[in-house]
């Protein structure tokens, strides 16, 4: 099979988080020899599992779980270099008192959840029981301690004055460690890049161009989001400069730390190599 007849599955998260990367994409230049499925993160990191899914966006978590399979672009991922604004812990008390409490944690991610595992139990030294939950704030703050949002979910609830404590969690890993967060990297599934790598290599450098258009000017993104989720210009301002979509030498510092932490905790079952494209 040539790359005409090839067809990429390219895995799309609707959060406006990974907007940049999407939103200048040429999808009609690439026509049927792109599909693009969209999920919320957690659905699409099985896919890529599962094979149903090329590339694309997945849990920073999910690659460590299934590093065998994949290669990481380059220059792609949604990162923070401190204040990630979009994964959020609600609590009533300080961490450090309520460390051995009860959390409720979304159901919709990987990567946040194991994040605030090694939180709360590498940085404050706790014992917590954790609880899925769909993401719901006020009724997963009935019965827990803490409640995990992260997304579009995350950012409506951050605007309402709940009266809860709100910790950023890309900022709580930031005071720790002094590093940067990656929250999603972008995957490909190995066999796939040896199947087809001059089309591979063509995708990945559209997604890259729409990241630095989308980022250079970023008015257009910006109303979009104020109409489609709310909030201000300014806000959304502030929240797309506040996200780094590199993936460079400071982004596999603070992942490589982050798997570190998570085998170190059993949460992964064996250390986790960076494998490039």
Known sequence: MNNQQAQIRVGRINYSNVWPIFYYFPFSEFGSSVQFIEQVPSTLNRAMA??????????????????????????????????????????????ETIKDGNFALTSASATSVNLCKIIL???????????????NLEEMMKD???ALLIGDDAIRASWVDTGYRVTDLGQEWKKW??????????????????QYPELIERIRQAFVESKIKSLADPMAMVHDAQTKIGGTESYWLHYFGD?????????????SLYYRYAWELGLLSKPVPLKLL
């Open 50 to 95: 599962a094979g149903e899914i090329d590339m694309g966006p997945i849990s920073s978590f999910a690659y460590g779980e299934n590093f065998d399979s994949y290669v990481l672009c380059p220059q792609l991922s949604v990162s923070a270099k401190n204040e990630v604004n979009s994964i959020l812990l609600f609590h009533r008390e300080p961490l």
């Open 121 to 135: 139990q590498k940085f404050y030294g706790g014992n917590p029981t954790y609880t899925t939950a769909a993401p």
């Open 144 to 146: 827990h301690d803490g």
């Open 177 to 194: 460690t002094g590093t940067g967060m990656t929250f999603a990297v972008w995957a490909i599934r190995e066999a796939v890049v040896r």
């Open 243 to 255: 996200l780094c979509y590199d993936f460079g030498s400071e982004q596999w510092e603070g992942l």
